[in-house]
C-alpha cells in the first residue's frame, strides 16, 4: 500500500505547529497502524529528520497510552479498538491519513502527537477510589456482590484512561471517563460510603480541569475502545444531584 | 570467570554474617519451621515509631502492581514517598496487560487447596530453583491480597450467590485463581493506582510520570537517591531518599520482540547492578506457547492469547517440509499432530515449556507455516463439529476476534497460527528475606527481583507476587533498614549525585553525538534475533559462545554507528530507547554467561546438553541446585558468580514427566 | 441556597437546568398543541377555550391570575433554559481551544449537532410567535379577545405558514434528541429504559410536528375558515 500521511507537527507546547505531508510506499497491510508509523520513522531518522512523537506503550490496546485521531476519528474509528489494534487493512491503497493529535483545553500538547492527560490522573485523585488502607479489611467473601452489578461494574471498570472519549466529544467533555469510574465504584458495596463525596469532587475536578459539559451526542461511547456505555454519565449525573439534595460533602 | 561459594545452613540463625564467606549474600531467612518464619521476622523487626515515620523519605521507581502497591502503602503508614514512571500516568504499567487471573489459596471452593499446596505448587512449577521460605511466605500473604483487592472495588467476577468466583488455571489441579474477565492484571492495578492517587491526593506520595530513572547513588555504601531525566525537558535530576524501591518489571525486551509494552526495560536494575547489586539467575526466561506469530519485519511486539484455546484446539504442522497447500487443503495424512504424537497423556494441553520447545523443533525442521516459517496450526474444526461453532464462539469469541482484527484471518474458517513468545523474566536482583538487594537500601520488588519463581513461573502467580512485595511484605521490612541504619545527613549537593549526574550527562551527549548510520532500532532487532536464537527456548553450548562472541561486536558497533536525531533538552523517544537499548547489550552478555555456566536445563531454561531420553528437561540437582548471583566487575565479560545454595526441607525434589 | 448555587455552578448543575426547564417546556408545547386544536370547533368554541385560560381559577382568584403564573413559569424557565444554554456552550468552546483539521463523526445526528442553533431559532420564532399572537403588533389584522379570528387571518398568508412548518420543524429536531436528553441528564436513563426514552423523543418530535402543523396547514387548504 502507499498512503499519503499530514501528521500535525509541533516541537513542544511553546511553539506553534503544523501539518506535515509525508508520503509512504509499501506499508503492508499486516502492520499495525503504529506499527506503520514507526517505519515511517526510522526513515525520517536516516534521512536526519526527527520522527513523529507519538505515544504507546503496550500495543495491545490495555494501557490506554495511545491516541491518535485519524481522519476525525479518534483510534481511527473501528469499533472497541485503540490505533495499536488497528490494522492497516483497514484503510485503503493511496488513501490520504491526516493525524491529529487530541485537542482539547485539558490535554495540552506536548510534542507532535502527544499530549498531557495528567487531567485525568487528578480527577481520579480528587475521589475515584475507596479509601481504605492495606491490612484490616475483612475476608473477601463476607461482601456478596450480586453478579449483575459486579459485571456491570466491571463494564464501567474496563475504561483505560486513554483520553478518547475526551477527543471525540463535541465539547471536549471528560464525563464519560469520570462516570465510568462513578459508576465502578458505586455500583459495588464497598464504595457505598464514599459515594457522595466521590462525585462532588471527581465532578469539581473534571469542571476544574477545563473539560466541556455534556450535550449527549455519544461520540464518546462510540469510539471508546472498551466501549463504555453512555449510562455511565446518566448515573454519575444521578448521583450528584442526590449527593447535592441531601447534602453530602 | 571466578566464584566464591556462600552456602546458607537452615536451621540455624543465619543472620550472623560471619557464617559467610560473602557477607553480601546472606539470604537473612528467619529460623524455625517454616510457617513461622514470616511470623517472626515480623516480630523481629525494629518498628519506626509512628511520628518518626514522617521524617523518612522513600523513593520507588515503578508504578506497577509492585510499585504503585508500595507506595501507597508506605505513605498510608506514613512514610514520604516519590514515586517514578516512565509512563504519563502510573495507571499504564504494563501489569495492566495480564489476562489471566491471581492465585490465592482460599480453598473458597473446597477443593483440597491450602497455604502449603500453593507453596508446594509454586516451588514445584519453579522446578525446585526457588527459595521455599519466600515462597511460602508469599503463599501465606495471597489471601491478604485478595481481601485487600475486594475492599478497593476490584470488580472480580462473582457467582450468582455473590460471592467471588475461581477458576483453575495454568495447569493446577485447584480452582484457586481469582479474575476480573480477562483483564485481572488491569483491575488489580488500577485498585494499586486509586489506592496511590489517594495518598498523591493526601500529599503523602510526590507522583513523578514520564520521568525515567537513568541510575542509581550510593553514599557510604547505602542507596540514598537516583538521577532521573524529566522525559519531556530532558533535565537530568537527583532525588535523595533513605531507602530506594526498585519495582521496573521484567527484561524481555532485551529480546526485542515480547509481550512487554514497548517502554518495558532493564536500565533501573542494570544500572544498580553496575552499581553493586548481585543480578540472579538472568537465563530463567519464560515463553509462553500461544501467541501470535510474527507478520513480517515491521513487528514491534507479540501479543498473547489465552493458553486455554489449547483446551479445544489441536495442534498441528504438514508433515512434509516445504508444504505451502492451504491448510483444508491438507489431507489428515499429511498433518502431524505432534504434541498429541509426543506426549500422549497431555497431549495439546503439555507445558508451556515444552510445548513451546516442541513448536520451535518442527518450525527448525522447516516445517514451520505461515510467513517466515515461524508458526504452527491451532485447528479448532475438530472441536466445532463436536460441539458447534456457537460453543466455541461462547468460550472463545473475544480471542478470536483479537485475532481475526490483529492477523486479518478468520479462526473460525482456517486455524489460527500461533508461536511462542517470550513474557516473563524469573531472573532479576538478588534480595534477601527483606527484598534488600546486596547493596544496602537498595530493596527490589515484583519482576525485577528473582525471588519467588524459581526457573518458571507458574500461571496467575505474577500478579501475586507484586502485591505481595508491595502491599505485605516491603513495607515491614524496610522499617528495619531504616531504624537500623545511620544515614548520614545529605542533600542532592552532595558529591555522589553530582559526579553520577555528570556521567550521565556525558552518557546523553555521547549518544547524541555518533551521528552513525543505523538506527536504534535495528541494532535492538539484531541483538533480539540474536539473544533468541541463542539464548530462548533452547540453548546449548556452541551458541551461546556465538552470541558471547558477538554481542560485544554489536555493542562496540553500536556505540560507533548508532544514529540518535534529536536534542537531549527535549522530549526524545530515540534518545530513551538508545539508553535502554545499550544497557540491553550488557545485559543480554550476562544472561548469555549465565545460560552457559548452568550446564542443567530447569524450568525456562533448557540446555540440549541435559535432557533425558525423551528429550525433557533434566536438571541437575547435585551440582546446581543454587542460585547464581553474578557480581559487576567493571568489566563484561568477567563478572563474579557467587552462590547462594538452595535446600529444601519441605518439599521433595523430583523430576517433572509429562508422557 | 448555598447548595443549589454550587450545583450550578457544575457543569451538571447547568445541565440539570437544562433538563428541567427543557421538561417543563416540553410538558408546555404538548398542552399547547392540544390547544390548538381546539379550532377545529369552530369560533365560539375555540375563543370560549381563550376566554377560558383567561378566567381558570375564578372565583378563587382573581381573572389571568393562573395564566400569569403559568407565564412567568414559562418566562424563567425559558431565560435558565437559555442562560444555561449559552454558559455551556461557552464552555464546550472554551475547552477546545483549537479544533480539528478532519470532523467525523460516528454517533452524532442531525438533531444532536443542531441542539443548540436549533435552540436559537426556536427563541427567534417564540419572540415572533408572541408578537404575532399574544402581543399582535406583528399581526396585520390583530384583535384583542379574537383568537379564531387572529388564528384564521394569520394562515391564509402561506409565507406565515412557511415560518410556522419551518418552526414546528425546529421544535421536533429539538426534541427528537431534546427529550431523551432529559432522562439522560438528570440520571433517570439506564441501559433498561434507553430505549423507552428513546421511543418517547421520537414520539414526541413526529407527534408534536404533526400536531401543531394541522392548524396552519387547515386554514390554509381552506378546511378551518
Same mark, same amino acid.
Given at each position: 500500500m502507499n498512503l499519503t500521511l499530514q501528521v500535525w507537527r509541533q516541537k513542544n507546547a511553546a511553539t506553534p505547529g503544523k501539518y506535515v505531508t509525508y508520503q509512504l510506499a509499501d506499508v503492508s497491510p499486516d502492520m499495525s497502524f503504529l506499527e506503520m508509523l514507526d517505519v515511517l520513522n526510522q526513515e525520517l531518522i536516516l534521512k536526519g529528520e526527527e520522527p513523529i512523537a507519538f505515544d504507546h506503550d503496550c500495543r495491545e490496546g490495555i494501557c490506554g497510552a495511545c491516541g491518535v485521531v485519524i481522519n476525525g476519528l479518534a483510534h481511527g474509528g473501528q469499533r472497541g479498538t485503540t490505533a495499536c489494534q488497528l490494522h492497516m487493512r483497514h484503510f485503503k491503497d493511496g488513501e490520504t491519513l491526516t493525524l491529529e493529535p487530541w485537542r482539547a483545553k485539558a490535554f495540552p500538547v506536548i510534542k507532535d502527537l502527544i499530549v498531557d492527560r495528567s487531567a485525568l490522573d487528578r480527577i481520579i485523585q480528587a475521589g475515584g477510589y475507596v479509601s481504605v488502607s492495606a491490612g484490616g479489611v475483612p475476608d473477601a467473601n463476607t461482601i456478596a456482590v450480586p453478579k449483575e452489578n459486579a459485571e456491570k461494574a466491571m463494564d464501567a471498570a474496563a475504561c483505560i484512561g486513554c483520553g478518547a472519549c475526551v477527543a471525540a466529544c463535541p465539547n471536549a467533555s471528560a464525563m464519560l471517563f469520570t462516570g465510568a469510574k462513578i459508576a465502578h465504584l458505586g455500583l459495588l458495596p464497598q464504595g457505598q460510603i464514599e459515594r457522595g463525596r466521590r462525585v462532588i469532587h471527581m465532578v469539581e475536578q473534571m469542571d476544574e480541569e477545563g473539560f466541556g459539559g455534556c450535550t449527549n451526542i455519544g461520540e464518546c461511547t462510540a469510539v471508546c475502545p472498551k466501549e463504555i456505555p453512555l449510562d455511565v454519565i446518566a448515573r454519575m449525573n444521578r448521583d450528584l444531584l442526590v449527593a447535592k439534595i441531601t447534602g453530602a460533602s | 570467570m571466578t566464584t566464591t561459594?556462600?552456602?546458607?545452613?537452615?536451621?540455624?540463625?543465619?543472620?550472623?554474617?560471619?557464617?559467610?564467606?560473602?557477607?553480601?549474600?546472606?539470604?537473612?531467612? #528467619?529460623?524455625?519451621?517454616?510457617?513461622?518464619?514470616?511470623?517472626?521476622?515480623?516480630?523481629?523487626? &525494629?518498628?519506626?515509631? #509512628?511520628?518518626? &515515620?514522617?521524617?523518612?523519605?522513600?523513593?520507588?521507581?515503578?508504578?506497577?502492581?509492585?510499585?504503585?502497591?508500595?507506595?501507597?502503602?508506605?505513605?498510608?503508614?506514613?512514610?514520604?514517598?516519590?514515586?517514578?514512571?516512565?509512563?504519563?500516568? /502510573?495507571?499504564?504499567?504494563?501489569?495492566?496487560?495480564?489476562?489471566?487471573?491471581?492465585?490465592?489459596?482460599?480453598?473458597?471452593?473446597? =477443593?483440597?487447596?491450602?497455604?502449603?499446596?500453593?507453596?508446594?505448587? $509454586?516451588?514445584? !512449577?519453579?522446578?525446585?530453583?526457588?527459595?521455599?521460605?519466600?515462597?511460602?511466605?508469599?503463599?501465606?500473604?495471597?489471601?491478604?491480597?485478595?481481601?485487600?483487592?475486594?475492599?478497593?472495588?476490584? /470488580?472480580?467476577?462473582?457467582?450468582?450467590?455473590?460471592?467471588?468466583?475461581?477458576?483453575?488455571? !495454568?495447569?493446577?489441579?485447584?480452582?484457586?485463581?481469582?479474575?476480573?474477565?480477562?483483564?485481572?492484571?488491569?483491575?488489580?492495578?488500577?485498585?494499586?493506582?486509586?489506592?496511590?492517587?489517594?495518598?498523591?491526593?493526601?500529599?503523602?506520595?510526590?507522583?513523578?510520570?514520564?520521568?525515567?530513572?537513568? =541510575?542509581?547513588?550510593?553514599?557510604? !555504601?547505602?542507596?540514598?537517591?537516583?538521577?532521573?531525566?524529566?522525559?519531556?525537558?530532558? &533535565?537530568?535530576?537527583?532525588?535523595?531518599?533513605?531507602?530506594?524501591?526498585?519495582?521496573?518489571?521484567?527484561?524481555?525486551?532485551?529480546?526485542?520482540?515480547?509481550?512487554?509494552? &514497548?517502554?518495558?526495560? $532493564?536500565?533501573?536494575?542494570?544500572?544498580?547492578?553496575?552499581?553493586?547489586?548481585?543480578?540472579?539467575?538472568?537465563?530463567?526466561?519464560?515463553?509462553?506457547? $500461544?501467541?501470535?506469530?510474527?507478520?513480517?519485519?515491521?513487528?514491534? %511486539?507479540?501479543?498473547?492469547?489465552?493458553?486455554?484455546?489449547?483446551?479445544?484446539?489441536?495442534?498441528?504442522? /504438514? %508433515?512434509?517440509?516445504?508444504?505451502?497447500?492451504? #491448510?483444508?487443503? +491438507?489431507?489428515?495424512?499429511?498433518?502431524?499432530?505432534?504434541?498429541?504424537?509426543?506426549?500422549?497423556?497431555?497431549?495439546?494441553?503439555? /507445558?508451556?515449556?515444552?510445548?513451546?520447545?516442541?513448536? %520451535?523443533?518442527?518450525?527448525?525442521?522447516?516445517?514451520?507455516?505461515?510467513?517466515?516459517?515461524?508458526?504452527?496450526?491451532?485447528?479448532?474444526?475438530?472441536?466445532?463439529?463436536?460441539?458447534?461453532?456457537?460453543? +466455541?464462539?461462547?468460550?472463545?469469541g473475544n480471542l478470536f476476534d483479537m485475532y481475526e482484527r490483529i492477523t486479518g484471518e478468520n479462526p473460525y474458517a482456517q486455524p489460527m497460527r500461533i508461536y511462542p513468545a517470550v513474557h516473563y523474566t524469573m531472573g532479576g536482583l538478588w534480595v534477601d528475606y527483606d527484598l534488600m538487594s546486596t547493596i544496602p537500601g537498595l530493596f527490589v520488588i515484583g519482576e525485577a527481583n528473582f525471588s519467588d519463581h524459581g526457573a518458571n513461573r507458574l500461571g496467575a502467580s505474577a500478579l501475586m507476587q507484586g502485591l505481595a512485595d508491595g502491599y505485605f511484605i516491603l513495607p515491614y521490612t524496610i522499617g528495619d533498614y531504616l531504624v537500623g541504619s545511620k544515614l548520614a545527613k545529605a542533600d542532592t549537593s552532595h558529591a555522589a549525585f553530582r559526579e553520577v549526574e555528570s556521567e550521565i550527562q556525558q552518557r546523553v551527549e555521547r549518544l547524541l553525538s555518533i551521528n552513525g548510520t543505523r538506527t536504534v532500532d535495528s541494532f535492538h532487532r539484531e541483538l533480539g534475533k540474536l539473544v533468541w536464537d541463542e539464548c530462548g527456548m533452547a540453548r546449548n553450548d556452541t551458541g551461546l559462545r556465538r552470541a558471547l562472541a558477538r554481542i560485544p561486536e554489536l555493542r562496540a558497533e553500536f556505540w560507533e554507528n548508532v544514529k540518535v536525531p534529536g536534542e537531549g533538552n527535549d522530549l526524545n523517544q530515540e534518545l530513551e530507547k538508545a539508553g535502554r537499548v545499550a544497557d540491553f547489550f550488557e545485559l543480554a552478555e550476562l544472561m548469555c554467561l549465565d545460560a552457559l555456566h548452568r550446564t542443567e536445563s530447569c524450568g525456562g531454561h533448557f540446555r540440549e546438553e541435559s535432557q533425558t531420553e525423551d528429550g525433557e528437561a533434566q536438571r541437575d540437582d547435585e551440582k546446581f541446585s543454587y542460585v547464581a548471583a553474578w557480581e559487576y566487575t567493571g568489566k563484561l565479560e568477567a563478572p563474579t558468580l557467587h552462590r547462594e545454595h538452595l535446600t529444601f526441607e519441605n518439599v521433595k525434589l523430583q523430576q517433572r514427566s509429562y508422557k | 441556597m448555598a447548595a443549589a448555587v454550587a450545583l450550578y455552578r457544575s457543569s451538571i448543575g447547568k445541565k440539570a437546568v437544562m433538563a428541567i426547564t427543557g421538561f417543563i417546556g416540553y410538558g408546555y408545547v404538548i398542552l399547547h398543541m392540544i390547544g390548538n386544536l381546539k379550532v377545529f370547533e369552530g369560533p365560539e368554541g375555540f375563543n370560549h377555550y381563550a376566554e377560558f385560560l383567561r378566567t381558570v381559577g375564578e372565583p378563587a382568584v382573581p381573572e389571568r391570575t393562573l395564566l400569569w403564573v403559568v407565564r412567568i413559569v414559562l418566562l424563567v424557565a425559558v431565560s435558565a433554559h437559555v442562560i444555561s444554554a449559552i454558559q455551556l456552550t461557552r464552555q464546550g468552546i472554551e475547552s477546545r481551544p483549537q479544533g480539528y483539521k478532519v470532523k467525523r463523526r460516528l454517533r452524532a445526528n442531525f438533531a444532536s449537532m443542531t441542539l443548540r442553533w436549533g435552540g436559537v431559532a426556536l427563541f427567534l420564532f417564540l419572540i415572533y410567535h408572541l408578537m404575532h399572537f399574544t402581543f399582535g403588533n406583528a399581526h396585520p389584522t390583530f384583535i384583542q379577545g379574537d383568537a379564531y379570528h387572529n388564528v384564521v387571518s394569520a394562515f391564509t398568508n402561506p409565507l406565515t405558514v412557511g415560518i410556522y412548518l419551518l418552526a414546528v420543524a425546529a421544535l421536533g429536531v429539538h426534541l427528537y434528541h431534546g427529550v431523551w436528553s432529559i432522562f439522560q441528564t438528570i440520571g433517570l436513563n439506564d441501559e433498561r429504559t434507553d430505549a423507552l426514552w428513546r421511543g418517547l423523543s421520537v414520539v414526541s418530535a413526529i407527534g408534536l410536528f404533526v400536531g401543531f402543523s394541522i392548524v396552519p396547514v387547515a386554514v390554509l387548504t381552506g378546511l378551518v375558515r
Open positions: - | 561459594d556462600t552456602t546458607t545452613t537452615p536451621g540455624v540463625d543465619v543472620r550472623r554474617p560471619l557464617e559467610f564467606t560473602d557477607a553480601r549474600l546472606n539470604a537473612r531467612i #528467619p529460623t524455625g519451621p517454616i510457617e513461622k518464619k514470616w511470623e517472626q521476622r515480623q516480630f523481629d523487626v &525494629k518498628l519506626v515509631n #509512628p511520628t518518626n &515515620k514522617r521524617r523518612y523519605h522513600v523513593i520507588v521507581v515503578g508504578s506497577g502492581l509492585a510499585g504503585a502497591s508500595a507506595s501507597a502503602t508506605l505513605a498510608e503508614l506514613g512514610y514520604n514517598v516519590s514515586c517514578f514512571c516512565y509512563q504519563d500516568s /502510573p495507571r499504564r504499567a504494563h501489569s495492566i496487560a495480564a489476562q489471566g487471573g491471581i492465585n490465592a489459596a482460599k480453598n473458597y471452593r473446597n =477443593d483440597g487447596d491450602s497455604i502449603f499446596r500453593l507453596f508446594y505448587d $509454586t516451588v514445584k !512449577g519453579g522446578d525446585f530453583r526457588a527459595r521455599e521460605a519466600n515462597v511460602y511466605r508469599l503463599a501465606q500473604v495471597s489471601n491478604n491480597i485478595i481481601d485487600q483487592c475486594v475492599a478497593q472495588g476490584v /470488580p472480580f467476577a462473582r457467582e450468582y450467590s455473590g460471592l467471588l468466583d475461581n477458576r483453575s488455571f !495454568g495447569g493446577a489441579q485447584v480452582s484457586r485463581t481469582f479474575y476480573a474477565r480477562g483483564q485481572t492484571g488491569q483491575q488489580l492495578l488500577l485498585g494499586a493506582y486509586q489506592a496511590l492517587s489517594h495518598q498523591i491526593e493526601l500529599g503523602k506520595v510526590k507522583m513523578f510520570p514520564r520521568t525515567e530513572m537513568l =541510575d542509581l547513588v550510593l553514599i557510604d !555504601g547505602h542507596a540514598r537517591g537516583i538521577v532521573t531525566r524529566d522525559m519531556v525537558t530532558g &533535565k537530568i535530576e537527583s532525588h535523595i531518599g533513605d531507602a530506594v524501591v526498585l519495582a521496573t518489571g521484567g527484561y524481555s525486551n532485551v529480546f526485542y520482540l515480547s509481550t512487554n509494552a &514497548k517502554g518495558c526495560n $532493564t536500565s533501573a536494575i542494570w544500572r544498580a547492578h553496575r552499581r553493586g547489586a548481585f543480578f540472579a539467575n538472568p537465563c530463567y526466561t519464560q515463553i509462553h506457547p $500461544t501467541c501470535i506469530p510474527v507478520s513480517g519485519d515491521h513487528q514491534s %511486539k507479540l501479543t498473547l492469547m489465552s493458553e486455554s484455546l489449547r483446551n479445544d484446539g489441536r495442534v498441528w504442522v /504438514p %508433515k512434509q517440509a516445504g508444504d505451502t497447500r492451504p #491448510p483444508p487443503q +491438507i489431507p489428515e495424512e499429511d498433518r502431524d499432530y505432534y504434541l498429541e504424537r509426543k506426549y500422549p497423556s497431555f497431549g495439546n494441553l503439555a /507445558p508451556r515449556d515444552i510445548s513451546s520447545r516442541a513448536a %520451535k523443533e518442527v518450525c527448525d525442521n522447516g516445517r514451520g507455516v505461515g510467513p517466515g516459517g515461524l508458526g504452527v496450526y491451532l485447528d479448532f474444526t475438530d472441536a466445532m463439529q463436536r460441539l458447534g461453532e456457537a460453543a +466455541i464462539r461462547e468460550r472463545y | -
